[in-house]
């Protein structure tokens, strides 16, 4: 069973920038597709950016296209997401999940994910 812990969110002025961490432990991680999500108070989870297996293809939403950048360190079986230019609405709680399937390019479907973390909150004041 793999654990996931994200780490790295935190209280940020608009404009600022953090970056998330999100270390596995339990399985070796190389061989599965990752993603971040993000949940807002009052909102449903939303997809932020996912990176395949291999680091080689990566996704984003929209509204972060651009100004996060999803990558990956498979030897330290750990996924990081940059944000730069954080605006009031990133204000969320972002979870790391771990694709459901090996050798594969997961997309924006939280429903192509397993394995969860517990989320790091992050606020961007205005």
């Known amino acids: 069973q793999v654990q996931l812990v994200e780490s790295g969110g935190g209280l940020v002025q608009a404009g600022g920038s953090l970056r998330l961490s999100c270390a596995a432990s339990?399985?070796?991680?190389?061989?599965?597709?990752m993603g971040w999500f993000r949940q807002a108070p009052g909102k449903e989870r939303e997809f932020v950016a996912a990176i395949s297996w291999s680091g080689n293809s990566t996704l984003y939403a929209d509204s972060v296209e651009g100004r996060f950048t999803i990558s990956r360190d498979r030897p330290k079986n750990t996924v990081y997401l940059q944000m730069n230019s954080l605006k009031p609405e990133d204000t969320a709680v972002y979870y790391c999940a771990v694709a459901k399937r090996s050798w594969y390019a997961p997309g924006s479907n939280s429903a192509d994910f397993g394995s969860w973390g517990q989320g790091t909150q992050v606020t961007v004041s205005s």
């Open positions: 339990g399985r070796t991680l190389s061989s599965y597709g």
